[in-house]
């Protein structure tokens, strides 16, 4: 089924088409990402289990990779990941030259790799890689994209040159560890999460937004105005999230594996801890345990370049958007995702 401002009203407030089955045009077919089931992972209840099940899954990829590689931030899942990697194996830490978005991730990476006796490389990225790479990320997803994937993509293409085989992320620990603090910081009234996980409401930007996009918050819907805001995380925030690590190493033609993803909590989620001041406790725990006498890093971000390099971008003009896009309100994301949208709406012409 074609519907173009269905799919264009779930980009704009999701990142991604909340409905498999519905295309942008005839001949696109977007899938959803497919993550392994809860009964395939390994159920794990303090950080020693953590430890010991991602050293099963190293010793199995080590049997399969010559050369592994990790996708390496400043912030403590992807150190962790990186510290079951073989020294000399190489990391990848984005930068850019339009503002010092990446400084704290950058000097956080060069701390490890040079306790793990990595090969450290930077990966630049500017406005020219947005415009050279999104096309090809948007064409396999036959979407727009999340701004991530420009970036992820031009690593992987780096580090296939390196002669890396597999590529570790450490994206999914926020999700199924707690680390999604601010989303789960309370119980949430039904109108209040849907306004504050809303990335971009249509109806602010398109000429003809499709208001049933919001249906997907229904399913979610709890008695007495509440929502089920923890099942949403994992239904929906996953598949927008992973599937955007998924589509874009797919396009490099590079392997990826996320150790966290293999994983589920063996109990329920300490809300309180987490809310006290401790997401992802059982993280924390064991980056101390790999990177003993190490201050443990609070939650820092994948930081993407979007507000320096779309900050002065003026909007959009096709006739799908509002003439009068206030474009000052927008955060730096929201700009890409009009770019974005706008950008993939001229590949279909």
């Not at 001949?27 to 020693?48: C, M, N, P, W, Y």
């Not at 990790?70 to 962790?80: E, H, P, Q, T």
């Not at 620990?173 to 119980?187: H, K, N, P, T, Y």
């Amino acid at each position: 089924m074609v519907n173009k401002d269905f799919c264009l009203s779930s980009y704009i407030a999701f990142r991604y088409i909340c409905q498999e089955g519905i295309d942008f045009a005839s001949g696109l077919h977007h899938q959803h990402f497919k993550a392994i089931t809860d009964s395939e992972r390994v159920q794990v209840a303090d950080a020693g289990e953590m430890d010991a099940d991602i050293k099963v899954q190293m010793e199995h990829l080590y049997g399969k990779y010559d050369s592994i590689g990790v996708l390496l931030s400043g912030g403590m899942d992807s150190a962790i990941v990186a510290s079951y990697l073989r020294p000399g194996s190489h990391a990848y830490t984005f930068v850019t030259s339009r503002s010092g978005v990446f400084d704290a991730d950058l000097a956080r990476a060069r701390q490890y790799c040079e306790r793990l006796g990595l090969t450290h490389h930077l990966i630049d990225i500017d406005r020219e890689d947005y415009e050279q790479f999104t096309p090809k990320v948007m064409r396999r997803k036959c979407a727009p994209v999340h701004s991530i994937e420009p970036q992820i993509y031009k690593a992987a293409i780096a580090a296939k040159a390196d002669g890396v085989e597999l590529m570790l992320v450490g994206e999914s620990a926020d999700l199924i560890f707690g680390g999604m603090d601010q989303l789960i910081s309370r119980e949430w009234d039904y109108d209040d999460f849907v306004k504050r996980y809303t990335f971009l409401a249509p109806e602010r930007v398109l000429s003809n937004p499709d208001m049933s996009v919001y249906d997907l918050y229904e399913r979610y819907r709890l008695p007495q105005g509440k929502i089920d805001y923890l099942r949403f995380m994992d239904e929906v925030f996953a598949i927008e999230s992973s599937g955007s690590y998924f589509n874009a190493f797919a396009e490099a033609g590079l392997a990826y594996h996320d150790p966290y993803a293999r994983m589920i909590m063996r109990h329920p989620l300490d809300l309180a801890r987490v809310r006290g001041g401790e997401p992802k406790y059982l993280v924390r725990e064991l980056f101390a345990m790999r990177y003993p006498g190490m201050e443990v890093p609070f939650k820092i971000p994948m930081p993407r370049p979007v507000d320096a390099i779309f900050g002065d971008w003026t909007g959009p003009t096709r006739d799908e958007f509002l003439r009068d896009i206030d474009m000052d309100s927008l955060t730096g994301n929201q700009k890409w995702q009009l770019w974005c949208a706008e950008k993939f709406l001229n590949m279909l012409d």
